[in-house]
C-alpha cells in the first residue's frame, strides 16, 4: 500500500461541475501539498497545508489530520482547470524529502 | 520575482555528449531541489541542495553531476547517459530545506522542466 493514495486516478467533469480530489495517507505529516500539472508542463504549488482548510480563487483545499485525509475541491470547474492533480506529502521524519501520490488526471468537458 | 527559470526546455542528446541543464531563482530560497519525472508518474527526488552545500542525493548514477555555483543557481550536468534517462527534469526551489526531520520546509515552487531525450 502506497503511503499516499488519491482518488480517483481519472475524473471526467461538465463545464461548471463541482469537483472533489480525495488524499488519503498513511504516516504523520509536518505539511501536505496539492500540486497541478498541465500536460508536457511543470508543476505549480497550489496549497501547502498543516491544517485546516485554505481557499484560493476557485480552488479549496482541506486537511483532517485526526483522519489523515486532505481534499481538494474546484467550483464551477473550466476546461482550463483540466490537469493532473497530485497530493504529496511531507513527514514528520522526512525533512526535505516529499512522498507523492499517483496523480489525479482531471478533464473538465465544454 | 516567483519563478523557476529553466534552461535549456528540451535537449537531445547522444550518449557520448556532455551537456548541463540550468536553474535559476531570485526569491532568495535556500534550498533547491532536482526532481527526475518519466510519463504519468509523480516525480522522483534526485537531489537536494541546502544553503549551497549537498544535503541529498537519492542514489543517483554519478552520470548525473549536481553543482550549485551560488545561492541563485543551480546545474545538473550529464555525461555518457543512457536512453533510459530520457525523461522531464524539474528543478524546484523553497524558503529553506530541513533534512532529516522538522516542522516543514515551506512551500515548493517549480519550474517548467526540462524535456531531454537521449539517443
Known amino acids: 500500500k502506497n503511503e499516499v493514495e488519491q482518488s480517483p486516478q481519472n475524473l471526467t467533469a461538465q463545464e461548471g461541475e463541482f469537483i472533489t480530489i480525495n488524499c488519503s495517507y498513511s504516516?504523520?505529516?509536518?505539511?501536505l501539498h496539492w500540486l497541478q500539472q498541465h500536460p508536457g508542463g511543470g508543476i505549480v504549488s497550489l496549497f501547502m497545508?498543516?491544517?485546516g482548510k485554505k481557499k484560493h480563487g476557485r480552488l479549496i483545499a482541506t486537511i483532517n489530520i485526526q483522519e489523515k485525509h486532505s481534499s481538494l475541491h474546484i467550483t464551477a470547474s473550466h476546461p482550463r482547470d483540466s490537469a493532473v492533480y497530485i497530493c504529496?506529502?511531507?513527514?514528520?521524519?522526512?525533512?526535505?524529502?516529499?512522498?507523492f501520490g499517483e496523480g489525479t488526471q482531471l478533464t473538465v468537458n465544454p | 520575482d516567483t519563478e523557476v527559470t529553466q534552461t535549456p526546455k528540451h535537449l537531445v542528446m547522444g550518449m557520448t555528449n556532455k551537456k548541463s541543464l540550468k536553474c535559476e531563482q531570485h526569491?532568495?530560497?535556500?534550498?533547491m531541489y532536482w526532481y527526475k519525472q518519466k510519463a504519468k508518474k509523480p516525480p522522483e527526488l534526485m537531489f537536494v541542495?541546502?544553503?549551497?552545500?549537498?544535503?541529498i542525493n537519492e542514489s543517483v548514477p554519478s552520470r548525473f553531476s549536481p553543482e550549485c555555483p551560488n545561492s541563485s543557481l543551480l546545474n545538473l550536468h550529464l555525461h555518457a547517459l543512457q536512453p533510459e534517462d530520457s525523461a522531464l527534469y524539474l528543478c524546484?526551489?523553497?524558503?529553506?530545506?530541513?533534512?532529516?526531520?522538522?516542522?516543514?520546509?515551506?512551500?515548493?515552487?517549480f519550474g517548467e522542466g526540462s524535456r531531454l531525450t537521449v539517443l
Open positions: 526569491m532568495g530560497h535556500r534550498a
Open positions: 524546484a526551489s523553497s524558503q529553506n530545506a530541513l533534512v532529516g526531520g522538522g516542522i516543514g520546509t515551506g512551500e515548493l515552487f
Open positions: 504516516v504523520g505529516i509536518s505539511a
Open positions: 541542495y541546502s544553503y549551497e552545500k549537498l544535503s
Open positions: 504529496a506529502v511531507r513527514s514528520e521524519t522526512s525533512g526535505s524529502r516529499l512522498t
Open positions: 497545508l498543516s491544517s
